[in-house]
């Protein structure tokens, strides 16, 4: 079986170049937006298949959990897997349907709920997608410490 990534990213996403539909429901308050803003910076440049400019956001000891798998941390993720979710998210179409933020103290929390529509070995799939993301604070920004994703094809 194929190990897939769906992610998905809220309204910011229309700035990637991946093709979004929907407006999706949004609980960010204020205070969280630096860390949203991460999160959609790290996902635009995974979809445009800059693993570089991804890595820019993730914190060195990032853990990675999808699948019943994890990465631990963002060398073995860019050198590895990342590769593998820049490719399947080049040609994705996204529909975001939810988002929560939070912060506590030096850290963030980023959920979102979603429809990704991609090619999966030439044929078209859909899948609902769930990422949770938790991001900590640091000199340099915000960085991605933590990232979950699970998804189902939808019928």
Known sequence: MTRLTPIFIGALVLMTGIASSGEPQSDV???????????DRFFAALAAGDLEGAGAEL????????SGGGEYSAAEYLGGHAKHDAEFLKDAELAPARRIARISGDLAWVASEGELRVQNEGEPATYATAETMVLRSTAGGWKIVHIHWSSRASP
């Open 29 to 39: 308050p204020d205070e969280a937006r630096a860390a949203v803003a991460t999160a």
């Open 59 to 66: 914190d060195p000891d990032l853990i990675v959990l999808e």
